[in-house]
Each structure stands twice: as structure tokens, then as C-alpha cells.
């Protein structure tokens, strides 16, 4: 993964996010503290260069290859964590579209939370970009 200005490696999240408008993904990651593949990293952030505006991407360690999240408008909208998976915030209305198209619900983060397997054989490719695209639109207001 090259590095880009939008790379925030080390400090805490909450100094990057709203807590309260976030209690679901920062209680989450402060109680699991998961470690993020390199892979799953450049793929989100990869496609957040590609189709996002104004964001960053945290992570309390990239050395230690640690969680990521991708942070608008103080708001969480993605994370990488794990071997295989992204994770993304969806509103209701794209809630049911997202698990038609092969998410899964993360529940252990919170009910709006989706996870989308990266490297499933047998299966198509998931449309990352979109749904970071989405994601984003939505943590920035313009989506619901």
C-alpha cells in the first residue's frame, strides 16, 4: 500500500470522530482492537482515493497492520479489519440491496454495519468502489 496524505497512522480515533454519533464502530473497535490484512487496507483505501472526496483513513498502527477506518465528516463509514472482509455503514434504504447482493450483516458492530467478503471463490467480485461510494455519500449527509 503507497502512502497518501489522507493516512492517519497512530494517535486515537476518537480526536478524528464524533463519539457519540459513532458509539456503535468506536466501542466496537476499542473492545475487539482487530488487526486489518494488508490486503483488505489497500483495497478500501484503494477504492476511497478512487471514489471519495474529503476523508481520511485511520489506523493506530499500519506497521502493526491494525484495523482501518475510513472517517468523513467525523463520521465512520468503512472499516478493514481481519483476513478477508471490508465493512461498511449503509443506510436502511440500501440495507436489503447490499445483503441481496452477497453482504453479510455485521451485528457485532451495530445493526446499520454490513460485511462484504473479499475473497470468496465461486463468487463474482464485490463492487468495493460502490460501496464505499455509498457509504461515504451516506457519513457525508448526502444519502439516505
Known sequence: MSRHPNLVDQGVLSDYIDVAANRDAFEFLERTQPSCHSDNASILIDAAISKCGEWIAYCPSFEQYRYIALVTNRNVF?????????????????????????????DQIGKHWVEIKLFRSEWPAPDVPFWTLKSYATARGNYR
Open 78 to 106: 468503512a472499516l478493514g479489519f481481519g483476513m478477508g472482509s471490508v465493512y461498511f455503514k449503509v443506510p436502511d434504504s440500501l440495507h436489503p440491496t447490499a445483503l441481496a447482493t452477497g453482504a453479510l450483516p455485521a
